[in-house]
């Protein structure tokens, strides 16, 4: 794909993540994403969407600011804060009101206008330690 097509792509996945379109109609069924700093992966295209929408509005309420974009051919990146409040249990902690805010980047490779692979560069271990230091905060 051109970087051109990369970028039409992006802007349209991440205008839908956004404003609460159907993001995953840009995700190819055998869609990966993986948290780099856990290895952790999730495969295809429900499961995929199931974790960000958790993410975004289960397990937190998520505005994410999207900071920049860069794109070429067949891969994008994007550089944006997770401002979030924590309004539902996540990594056996209960809800706590905690409002978060963590840089995060991820990497997107593009095939035919669909996203295979998504590598999150997203800081989960602070994320938790932030949690666990809510005053009442506890893990189950």
């Not at 952790?40 to 995929?48: H, K, L, M, T």
């Not at 309420?61 to 997770?82: D, I, R, S, W, Y």
């Not at 905690?98 to 035919?112: F, I, K």
Request: aromatic letters at 10%; glycine letters at 8%.
């Amino acid at each position: 794909m051109t970087a051109e097509e990369t970028e039409r792509t992006i802007r349209a996945y991440l205008d839908d993540l956004l404003t609460g379109g159907d993001f995953a109609a840009f995700f190819d069924d055998e869609i990966v994403w993986t948290t780099m700093e856990t290895g952790d992966q999730i495969r295809g295209r429900e499961a995929v969407r199931d974790f960000i929408v958790a993410l975004h509005t289960q397990w937190f309420q998520a505005a994410p600011e999207v900071k920049t974009v860069t794109f070429t051919n067949g891969v994008a990146g994007l550089e944006a804060v997770f401002a979030a409040t924590h309004t539902g249990e996540f990594a056996g902690i209960p809800p706590t009101g905690m409002q978060v805010r963590l840089p995060y980047a991820c990497v997107y490779d593009v095939v035919n206008e669909k996203i295979t692979a998504l590598r999150a560069y997203f800081p989960i271990l602070a994320l938790i330690q932030q949690l666990q230091s809510a005053p009442g905060a506890s893990t189950a």
